[in-house]
């Protein structure tokens, strides 16, 4: 199985959208339906960054209102500080009549976060392969204070360093992990493999030929 980098990953993004011509909105939407694929009833919570990671658990939420599952969403943000790709589809999903509950303090994240134990699964869209050093604010509360409910990882764990496979001073623990394209590398390290569960690399429409020479 290939693995890439973070940055390898990146590169191989932005070679897809730029050179090949592929928006990130399909992208984007590819990677959320993938993981939709995972989920067959509700209700469905999903925790939600503020990056491209969260965007993609916008998707989820969408689809996951579509087939007419109870949706439940957190951010741990501010609606106004999603940009790009992301914002179009948490707007979608909230056009949708799809509720945010957003949360900015770390009692609130954690309290919110906690409150999603009567949920069937949960989908962990917090933190993407950008995170290094150690997780800390209400990301750190709202893992910690993550339910013991089956949890698809969007791309990995939040948490989890995508290089090294170690963990960022906390992790969620996933029963089932979707990453986009490539494993990462940091999932060859054994530490990893207990954060990651099941692993399902999708194919979301990069070409290989984004990846080579990396």
Same mark, same amino acid.
């Given at each position: 199985?290939?693995?890439?980098?973070?940055?390898?990953?990146?590169?191989?993004?932005?070679?897809?959208?730029?050179?090949?011509?592929?928006?990130?909105?399909?992208?984007? &939407?590819?990677?959320?339906?993938?993981? *939709?694929?995972?989920?067959?009833?509700? @209700?469905?919570?999903?925790?939600?960054?503020?990056? &491209? &990671?969260?965007?993609?658990?916008?998707?989820?939420?969408?689809?996951?209102?579509?087939?007419?599952?109870?949706?439940?969403? !957190?951010?741990?943000?501010? @609606?106004?500080?999603?940009?790009?790709?992301?914002?179009?589809?948490?707007?979608?999903?909230?056009?949708?009549?799809?509720?945010?509950?957003?949360?900015?303090?770390?009692?609130?994240?954690?309290?919110?976060?906690?409150?999603?134990?009567?949920?069937? !699964?949960?989908?962990?869209?917090?933190?993407?392969?950008?995170?290094?050093?150690? !997780?800390?604010?209400?990301?750190?509360?709202?893992?910690?204070?993550?339910?013991?409910?089956?949890?698809?990882?969007?791309?990995?764990?939040?948490?989890?360093?995508?290089?090294?496979?170690?963990?960022?001073?906390?992790?969620?623990?996933?029963?089932?992990?979707?990453? *986009?394209? *490539?494993?990462?590398?940091? *999932?060859?390290?054994?530490?990893?493999? &207990?954060?990651?569960?099941?692993?399902?690399?999708?194919?979301?429409?990069?070409?290989?030929?984004?990846?080579?020479?990396?």
């Amino acid at each position: 199985m290939r693995t890439l980098t973070a940055a390898q990953m990146r590169e191989a993004d932005r070679r897809c959208i730029e050179d090949i011509g592929i928006p990130g909105a399909v992208l984007m &939407n590819s990677a959320g339906g993938a993981v *939709f694929r995972e989920i067959d009833r509700g @209700p469905v919570g999903v925790v939600c960054g503020k990056g &491209n &990671n969260g965007g993609d658990g916008y998707v989820v939420a969408r689809l996951a209102i579509l087939a007419g599952f109870e949706t439940r969403v !957190v951010l741990l943000a501010r @609606p106004d500080e999603i940009r790009g790709d992301a914002a179009t589809f948490m707007q979608v999903y909230q056009n949708l009549g799809g509720e945010i509950l957003s949360v900015i303090e770390e009692d609130a994240a954690e309290e919110a976060v906690a409150g999603l134990k009567d949920c069937a !699964v949960l989908v962990d869209a917090l933190l993407g392969t950008g995170i290094t050093g150690t !997780v800390h604010g209400p990301a750190r509360a709202a893992i910690e204070a993550w339910p013991a409910v089956r949890t698809i990882a969007v791309d990995l764990p939040s948490g989890l360093n995508a290089d090294t496979g170690e963990v960022c001073g906390c992790c969620v623990k996933a029963d089932v992990t979707v990453t *986009f394209g *490539f494993a990462k590398k940091g *999932f060859e390290n054994p530490t990893a493999r &207990n954060y990651i569960g099941r692993l399902v690399v999708a194919d979301i429409g990069i070409p290989e030929v984004c990846a080579e020479g990396l």
